[in-house]
């Protein structure tokens, strides 16, 4: 027997939504993308669409999200993997023509474990700028403690085998 289960957000009802979508879609920030006093949206295809960050972590922050109240990446089917590269692609050219950064953070916050706050997947696309932070060596890694960049060089103590084949591979990296 196939068992069906529906999210319901903490302290949410398990209602439907007013467009018969998903349960408490109405109390979703990303669920509401008709509401411009709560999404700019820079574009959209038919499953996802670009959103600008209400709290840019740099000018130009945007967020890919999909049209479907879903909570995980792992949960994407293949149709909407395509159409949020696509719309990445999109994003990048438009901040490339605006605001000329030399590169990009792309991140997922999957889990309130890895800092989300909305139970709606979306995708940042930060752009960011040569000295923009004071040493942004590590980009992501740094988001965890224990992940010093000034450590990833240094020769292991002798003995550790496995550390010394580690670095060896570290340095090898082109």
Known sequence: MRRIFSWVRPGGTGRRSADGGNPDADACLFCRRERPDLNRIMHENKTFYIRYDNFPAAEGHVEIVPKRH???FFQLTTRELKDAYSLIRFA???IDEQHHPDGYTIGVNEGRAAGRTIDHLHI???PRHHNDVADPRGGIR??????????WTAR??????????????HRGRT
């Open 142 to 151: 740094r988001a965890v403690p224990n992940c010093e960049p000034d450590t």
């Open 124 to 126: 940042h696309l930060i």
């Open 70 to 72: 879903v909570e995980s």
């Open 92 to 94: 990048r050219e438009n």
């Open 156 to 169: 292991p103590e002798p003995g550790e085998k496995a550390a010394e084949d580690l670095a060896g591979a």
